[in-house]
Structures are given as structure tokens and as C-alpha cells.
Antibody, heavy 120, light 109 residues
Framework: QVQLQESGPGLVKPSQTLSLTCTVS??????????WSWIRQHPEKGLEWIGY???????YYNPSLKSRVTISGDTSKNQFSLNLTSLTAADTAVYFC????????????WGQGTPVTVSS | EIVLTQSPGTLSLSPGERATLSCRAS???????LAWYQQKPGQAPRLLIY???SRATGIPDRFSGSGSGTEFTLTISSLEPEDFAVYYC??????????FGQGTKLEIK
């Protein structure tokens, strides 16, 4: 059973950079066919896909966030990370990491989510 | 970008009743790459249905999915108390590759 766990600061100031890490257990981020994604959910709103990193290290980002997003992986720790720059209040959300599957193009395992507030 | 529109926004039903949730796409969803998720307060979404009609591992058979192209449906044949939650559909397609509907809240009548 794959498990994911997000970690990072719960409060970040406007204009700063958000850095979150997702630690994966029960599976390897170097396994083909898995797309390690970040997804966020604004308060009382729906879900927004941010981007993914593939086992090869290739990345793909939501065009709406592309200029501010970087996703990277650390195979030695079986982790992947999200950096989101130039934060505003609109980035306040719960951030989830999840495993995307190539076979079905869905997300079969999710972290519990970590709330992030952007405020001075 | 493919926009998913879910209806109704809120559905009020009683345990034992049948629930029918709709997800309409602005363009045809390629390969029937349409999934459904259930989310309860304070929890992550849980995958219910993938490929429009296949149940994910451990999902009870009262949950079923159907549809193709631009019209998809999630049906819960007989509601259990634990089924009251928010349900999202998700598609894979053109840029951005993943998008979600705005959700349907299933509440107890």
C-alpha cells in the first residue's frame, strides 16, 4: 500500500516562496507508470492540479501556474517537492500530494493534505 | 482546456435511496479517462471509479459509473450513512492534462 505524507510550513508571507515535501512509502518514485503530483484545494472550493514529476525526472505544470512552480524529486529519500514562488492570498489552500497512474490517468493514492495560509 | 460541470450542486436524499450524479465535459474526454472521487470533511479525496466505469480497489458495488464522450454519471444504488460526502469527477485530456469538476455535495435529507 502506497502512502504519501506532506510536510512544510502552515503559514507563509505574501511574496515569499512556499516549499512543501511529500514523502512516499510503500512504493518508489522511480517506478515507471507513476506520476507524482501536487494538487491543491482552495477553502470550500474544488480541486486544482498543480503539476507532476515522472520517474524519469521530467515535469509538467498547469499552464496557469507554470511561471511560479517547480517540482523536483529526491530519489535517495523517496521524496518529491513543490516550490511555489511569489505567493499571494489566492494561494491559500490545502495542498495534497498524490500518485497519478499512467494506466488510467487517475490519482489512486493521496496524502492527507497540508493547509497553507498566505498572510502577513 | 476541458471544463467539467457537475450537477446538481447539492443533492438531498435519505439513506436507502438511489443517487444519480452527473458530470458534463465541454469537449469529448479522450479514452474515457474519467474518474470519480469521494471526499469527506478534513480528508483527502478517495478514488471510486476510473475509466468511467471501473470500480477502484475496495469500493463497494453499490457505486457504479457510466458514460462516454461528454456525459458521465455516478450512481449509488442504495445510500449508506457513510456515503454522504462531496463527489468530484476528474478528466485527463488536453492542457492542462488534469481537471476536476466543482463537486456535488450529497447531503442527508
Amino acid at each position: 500500500q502506497v502512502q504519501l505524507q506532506e510536510s512544510g510550513p502552515g503559514l507563509v508571507k505574501p511574496s515569499q516562496t512556499l516549499s512543501l515535501t511529500c514523502t512516499v512509502s510503500g512504493g518508489s518514485i522511480t517506478t515507471g507508470g507513476s506520476y507524482w503530483s501536487w494538487i491543491r484545494q482552495h477553502p470550500e472550493k474544488g480541486l486544482e492540479w498543480i503539476g507532476y514529476i515522472y520517474y524519469s525526472g521530467s515535469t509538467y505544470y498547469n499552464p496557469s501556474l507554470k511561471s511560479r512552480v517547480t517540482i523536483s524529486g529526491d530519489t535517495s529519500k523517496n521524496q518529491f517537492s513543490l516550490n511555489l514562488t511569489s505567493l499571494t492570498a489566492a494561494d491559500t489552500a490545502v495542498y495534497f500530494c498524490a500518485r497519478g497512474t499512467w494506466a488510467h490517468r487517475d490519482f489512486d493514492f493521496w496524502g492527507q493534505g497540508t493547509p497553507v495560509t498566505v498572510s502577513s | 482546456e476541458i471544463v467539467l460541470t457537475q450537477s446538481p450542486g447539492t443533492l438531498s436524499l435519505s439513506p436507502g435511496e438511489r443517487a444519480t450524479l452527473s458530470c458534463r465535459a465541454s469537449q469529448s474526454v479522450s479514452g474515457s479517462y474519467l474518474a470519480w472521487y469521494q471526499q469527506k470533511p478534513g480528508q483527502a479525496p478517495r478514488l471510486l471509479i476510473y475509466g468511467a466505469s471501473s470500480r477502484a480497489t475496495g469500493i463497494p458495488d453499490r457505486f457504479s459509473g457510466s458514460g462516454s464522450g461528454t456525459e458521465f454519471t455516478l450512481t449509488i444504488s442504495s445510500l449508506e450513512p457513510e456515503d454522504f460526502a462531496v463527489y468530484y469527477c476528474q478528466q485527463y485530456g488536453s492542457s492542462p492534462p488534469y481537471s476536476f469538476g466543482q463537486g456535488t455535495k450529497l447531503e442527508i435529507k
